[in-house]
Structure formats: structure tokens, C-alpha cells
């Protein structure tokens, strides 16, 4: 497929749609007959005499006679040149099937893709870093513009929107996450649309509806959400210490997992409590508002004395409208919540590593519950962490070291369900020179049993 490139239009610090007008001179083959349209196509298309450029339908309208259809042809290709036919246009015309007659193709601003349009605005020695992969959430696109695409930041946010039909507010990020909040929030201003962040979005079969604005959300980490939330088994425990708006709880929560979920922003723990009612999983998923360091130590107890007091999801059964008239229904199936956590995740790449010592002792006094006393292995720690990027063995030294700092534990890079294993994966890039991982490791026996420090 050739690529065709918009008119440049370089410098230019407002948006003039009237510069992306171009007009194709081609060559095109009017087929007299209707029922050999389908035939010439492939037969063309197959010796590459058919025009193949993206977006653009090769069937037209003929030109000259009302009714009948002409297929458009290779740049090549020149009406008055017939040694530029290709093999079957030249039978075509022997043939009398075909004519070749020159055919204009117009194209405006309509046609043209965001990348397109960017890249034909803005100086070539910036294409490399053109913002492509922003984050959405429901109507809004959010940039981050690195200070020399400032200048053109109005027209990036007008071709996004034009280019873009679900999108109708896009704003800048204007400070570091995290600088203005601790709750992972961020200064921003609008570049295009009104200022509206109140959002809705669709992840895993759940719908979330929250200000954008007062909680933290990131469309790139999708595909992280699904690949531990498909690791959680029904009627396990996992434990989200800095839960958000429940992106891995409220999916866990429709999987049949039992969910306690943390996290210490008041209004990301009050559309988790949304969130959690609008996708019925209330008996499942419950909601916690602490600092993430405290939740650590206390939710192996919360979960125990949930357990010990009979807490459990009931599910009624279906009952299907052809059972006879008087019949007993089946009872209610009741789902015990366990006495044991199965699954820590911590979603806070900048700093989560920073918490793992507050595991120090958690199961302190329970250890009848686990290994060799019973076949309940201690929880997996799934924790996210930013490091250099980079393909070497470099991060993955530095994360196992930063991880002993904490625990004062030795892990190797490798298989989580081997001890003394870690497994490391790879997120997503998150800078040219930074990237995001999930470090998985078995909770080791001398930390969950010690003595509280």
C-alpha cells in the first residue's frame, strides 16, 4: 500500500483546513459492463494495476456515463501513455471491456488522520515525539506535552477532537502526577471542548463513572488490569492496597473473588464505593479508606475475623421458568470467605516498593493457617515499580535490591512459585529512559511470621 502524505502546512500556529485541499490526477478504468466490476477489481488487484491507497475506495463513480462504475488505477498509470497499461488493463481494452479515462480525486481536511495533519504542521526534527498514545477517560484526552510542542498545543487538541468523534474536552497536563496531590491527581488545562471531567468508562465488562480530575485513572495500564485480574482465582482473597476507583477489584469482584480494597483518597474511595454497587459486586468487594501502610498490617486480621465470624457471598440460584408450578426451589449456594489472603496488589509505582516492610509480621501467630500445617501457601505480593529502562539485567538487580532494602530478603530474577524467585514483568515504557514493571514474589515465611516492628 503506497503512503500518501497531507500538504505541509509547517509552522502554521492556528488550524486553516482550507491547507489540506489536494487534488489526485489519475487514470481510471470505466468498465462498460456492471457485472464485470467485481471480475476487473480482483484481475487489477492482483497485478497490482489497482490504486491501493489507505482509506480510498478504487470503485468511483464514472465520470462520464451516469450508471456504470470505473476503477481507479495506479499512480502510474497515464490515460494518453498506453505503454504505463498494465497486462489486464491492455486486455481490457482489447477486449472492449475497458476504457481508460482520466478520473480527479479530491481530497480535503476530511480525509487526512491526526498523524497526518500533525506531522504535516509540525517541523520534521519533532516527529519523532509527536504525542500519538494519550491517555483517555470516557469523553476526555489527555496530553502530556513536552515544552516544545507547546507552541502548536491548540492545534494538536483541535485535530484530536475533530479526528476522534467519542472525544470532547482535551486538556494538558501541567505539573508532574502527584506534584499537586498525593493522591496522584494533577494540574491541567483545557486545550479544546468544555471543562467537563465527569466520565464515564468501560474496562473488563465494568463500568466506572468518576471525575477525572479528583482521582487517578490511566487507560495504558488496561492490559496490566486484565493480566492480574485473570490470576486471581474465585473465592480466593486479594487485597488492593492502593485500589483507585477498583480497576482490579470491581473485575476480580464479577470473577467470584473476595476483594478488600484500600485506597486513601476519600473521593477515589467514594466512586469505588460507586463503582462497587453499580457493578454488583457488594457481596464481594468491599471498600476501605486508610493509608495504604496501615491497611498492609491490618488487613490479614480483617480478613481473619471477617472469616471466623461465617462472612460469605450467597448466590441465588436461576430458577428457569419451565420448573413445574409447586416444585421446591434449589437452595441458595453460599461461598465462604477464606481465613487467608491469597493476592497483595500495590498500584503505586513511585513509591509501593517503599511499603513492603509493613508486611514485617502480618501473619504473626497464624502461621497453623499456612504451609507445612495446611496446603495454604503465603500470599503473593504483586508489586508495580518504575526503573531505568533498559534490556539488560540492570532493573532487574536494582528492583531485588530495592526489595531487600525493604524486607531484608535476597530474590533472584525468575519464577515467582520458586522460593527465592521473583517474577518481574514488564508494564509498559513510561519515558524515553523509564520504564514500569510488576514485581510478583511469594511472601516469605520469616517476614509474615516475625515479631510487629
Known amino acids: 500500500m503506497l503512503t500518501l502524505r497531507a500538504p505541509l502546512a509547517r509552522a502554521s500556529t492556528t488550524l486553516d483546513k482550507s491547507l489540506f485541499s489536494k487534488t489526485l490526477n489519475l487514470a481510471a478504468a470505466t468498465v462498460h459492463e456492471n457485472r464485470n466490476i467485481a471480475r476487473y477489481r480482483k484481475q487489477l488487484e492482483k497485478g497490482k494495476?489497482?490504486?491501493?491507497?489507505?482509506r480510498l475506495d478504487a470503485i468511483r463513480p464514472d465520470p462520464v456515463a451516469p450508471g456504470k462504475k470505473c476503477l481507479l488505477l495506479n499512480p502510474g498509470t497515464k490515460v494518453d501513455v498506453p505503454s504505463t497499461w498494465g497486462p489486464v488493463l491492455r486486455e481490457g481494452v482489447d477486449l472492449k471491456d475497458l476504457a481508460v479515462v482520466p478520473y480527479d480525486v479530491h481530497l480535503d481536511y476530511e480525509y487526512w488522520t491526526y498523524l497526518d495533519v500533525v506531522s504535516s504542521i509540525i517541523p520534521e526534527d519533532m516527529h519523532h515525539e509527536i504525542p500519538v498514545g494519550f491517555n483517555t477517560a470516557g469523553h476526555v484526552a489527555h496530553l502530556n506535552l513536552r515544552d516544545r510542542y507547546l507552541p502548536y498545543k491548540s492545534i494538536i487538541a483541535q485535530v484530536?477532537?475533530?479526528k476522534n468523534p467519542k472525544i470532547r474536552t482535551v486538556i494538558n497536563k501541567t505539573d508532574n502526577v502527584g506534584t499537586e496531590s498525593q493522591f496522584r491527581t494533577f494540574a491541567y488545562e483545557v486545550l479544546a471542548g468544555p471543562d467537563d471531567?465527569?466520565?464515564?468508562?468501560?474496562?473488563?465488562?465494568?463500568t466506572f463513572a468518576f471525575d477525572y480530575s479528583k482521582v487517578y485513572w490511566n487507560s495504558k495500564l488496561e492490559t496490566e488490569h486484565s493480566r492480574l485480574v485473570k490470576m486471581f482465582q474465585p473465592g480466593e482473597v486479594v487485597c488492593d492496597v492502593m485500589a483507585g476507583i477498583g480497576p482490579f477489584a470491581v473485575p476480580s469482584g464479577k470473577r467470584g473473588v473476595f476483594v478488600f480494597a484500600n485506597d486513601m483518597n476519600p473521593?477515589?474511595?467514594?466512586?469505588?464505593?460507586k463503582a462497587i454497587k453499580r457493578n454488583k459486586v457488594d457481596q464481594y468487594v468491599r471498600a476501605f479508606n486508610k493509608d495504604g501502610l496501615d491497611f498492609i498490617q491490618e488487613a490479614s486480621r480483617l480478613v481473619y475475623d471477617a472469616s471466623v465470624r461465617g462472612d460469605s457471598a450467597v448466590i441465588q440460584p436461576k430458577v428457569s421458568r419451565s420448573k413445574s408450578a409447586g416444585q421446591q426451589p434449589p437452595e441458595p449456594k453460599r461461598i465462604p470467605l477464606p481465613p487467608t489472603i491469597s493476592h497483595f496488589v500495590m498500584n503505586l509505582p513511585a513509591s509501593a516498593i517503599e511499603f513492603l516492610h509493613r508486611f514485617r509480621g502480618i501473619y504473626h501467630g497464624l502461621a497453623h493457617l499456612f504451609e507445612p500445617h495446611t496446603d495454604v501457601k503465603l500470599p503473593m505480593v504483586h508489586v508495580h515499580c518504575f526503573a531505568v529502562k533498559s534490556d539488560d539485567e540492570v532493573p532487574l538487580n536494582d528492583i531485588c535490591q530495592r526489595i531487600f532494602d525493604q524486607i531484608g530478603v535476597r530474590f533472584v530474577p525468575g519464577d515467582a512459585q520458586n522460593k527465592g524467585e521473583v517474577h518481574i514483568h514488564n508494564v509498559r515504557d513510561v519515558?524515553?529512559?523509564k520504564r514500569m514493571f510488576c514485581a510478583s514474589f511469594r511472601l516469605p515465611p520469616e517476614v509474615?511470621?516475625?515479631e510487629t516492628t
Do not use: G, Q, T
Open 160 to 162: 484530536i477532537l475533530d
Open 267 to 273: 473521593e477515589s474511595h467514594r466512586y469505588l464505593e
Open 431 to 433: 519515558a524515553p529512559k
Open 49 to 54: 494495476e489497482l490504486l491501493n491507497w489507505d
Open 197 to 206: 471531567m465527569d466520565v464515564e468508562v468501560k474496562e473488563n465488562d465494568c
Open 448 to 450: 509474615a511470621f516475625s
